[in-house]
C-alpha cells in the first residue's frame, strides 16, 4: 500500500509512506523520501529512498522506537540526507540499530561527527 501527501499516515509494517514537497514552481509536488516498512522474521526493516530531511524525521520516529523486532534500516535508496537527519541516523546507529545498502557517501558521512554545534537546544 502507497500513501502520499504533504502528512501522510506514519509508515507501519507492510505500508509505504511518500512524502512530498514543493517544486521550484509550486505548480504541483514531487515526492521527496519514500519510507517503507516491512518485517521478515525476527526482523523489521525500514527502507528510506529520496531525500532525508529533519521534517520527515517524525515519521521514522515510531516505526524505529515501537518495533519489538531487530530494527534494520535499508539505505539502499537514500540519495541524501540534512545534517540533522545524519545526527539521527547516528543516533539510531548508537541505539544498535543495523543500518545497510548505504552508499559509499552515505557511509561516510554517518562515520563523520558534526563538528558545528546543534540547531537543537
Known sequence: MVLA????????????????????????????????CSEHGSEAVVSIAGRLEERYLIDLEQPCTESQ??????????????REAFRWLRRQIERGVRVTGASPYIRLR??????????RP
Request: glycine letters at 6%.
Open 110 to 119: 554517518l562515520k563523520e561527527r558534526a563538528k558545528e554545534p546543534s540547531a
Open 5 to 36: 501527501g504533504a502528512r501522510a499516515p506514519r509508515a507501519t509494517p507492510g505500508t509505504t509512506v511518500a512524502l512530498e514537497g514543493p517544486q521550484a514552481d509550486d505548480s504541483r509536488d514531487e515526492v521527496l523520501i519514500r519510507i517503507t
Open 69 to 82: 523486532k531487530t530494527l534494520i534500516l535499508d539505505l539502499s535508496d537514500l540519495q541524501s540526507a540534512d
